[in-house]
């Protein structure tokens, strides 16, 4: 497979506090990778390195051989945050018309036939929905984009199942092996069967990089399991 990201000793300090600590992988075309730990392991420094929109204190982060503060790269990928980035005021309408005038690569007839799917309404205006709503309409517009690179900064959070479940089908039903998803989560034991791969971050470190396929041919363990016996190992 065609080599997508790669990440070179990665360090990223805020102060004196070390939020990535010396990251490296590589990550290839048409994998959906899932970035676990828990809350300040680094996930999401991670995700604003790779996404150009933090700049590393030192290391390198590329795409297709492109550092990711070049400009030309940026465009090349899509990013979903955690917060919500949308006008509280604006409807799905509106949101629709700034994306088509921001991203030349935004479909609009994609975007229009997921939120259909998710049974969401032009009309809606984004400060009337339900955070579940809300997730999935932030999924919806990033995942129109026709880009090679998207990464989904905790996409499940405080949501309910049902809403959680949606997701996941989107998710699987876009998915093209033509692009890479690295989405950060706490939701393991949902998401097991949309990834690939497995990132284990703790404390500013990678500390496990796993195949899924290969780990569940080799182990009579779920990737559930395998997290926990990394965890409990770290911190003993």
């Not at 080599?3 to 990223?12: G, H, P, Q, R």
């Not at 940026?74 to 990013?79: G, I, S, V």
Request: with cysteine; aromatic share 8%; proline share 2%.
């Amino acid at each position: 497979m065609e080599l997508l990201v790669s990440c070179k000793n990665a360090v990223k300090n805020f102060g004196r506090e070390k939020a990535l600590k010396n990251v490296s992988f590589e990550i290839k075309k048409g994998q959906i990778v899932g970035l676990l730990g828990e809350n300040g392991s680094g996930k999401t420094s991670l995700l604003n390195c790779i996404a150009g929109l933090s700049h590393l204190s030192s290391g390198e982060v590329s795409i297709n051989g492109v550092s990711v503060q070049d400009y030309k790269v940026k465009r090349e990928l899509a990013y979903m945050p955690v917060v919500n980035l949308f006008n509280p005021k604006w409807t799905i309408k509106n949101a629709v018309e700034s994306f088509s005038g921001l991203f030349p690569d935004f479909d609009i007839k994609k975007n229009a036939d997921m939120l259909k799917i998710l049974n969401i309404s032009e009309n809606t205006e984004f400060r009337s929905m339900s955070s579940g709503t809300l997730a999935k309409a932030k999924l919806a517009f990033t995942l129109s984009r026709n880009v090679k690179l998207y990464l989904l900064d905790e996409p499940f959070a405080n949501i309910d199942l049902v809403a959680r479940e949606e997701i996941y089908s989107l998710i699987l039903r876009e998915f093209n092996p033509e692009t890479t998803i690295i989405l950060s989560t706490h939701f393991i034991n949902e998401i097991e069967m949309l990834l690939d791969r497995v990132m284990l971050m703790k404390e500013g470190r990678i500390t496990a990089d796993i195949n899924v396929e290969e780990y569940k041919e080799k182990n009579d363990k779920s990737i559930v399991e395998f997290y926990r016996e990394i965890m409990k190992t770290e911190v003993s």
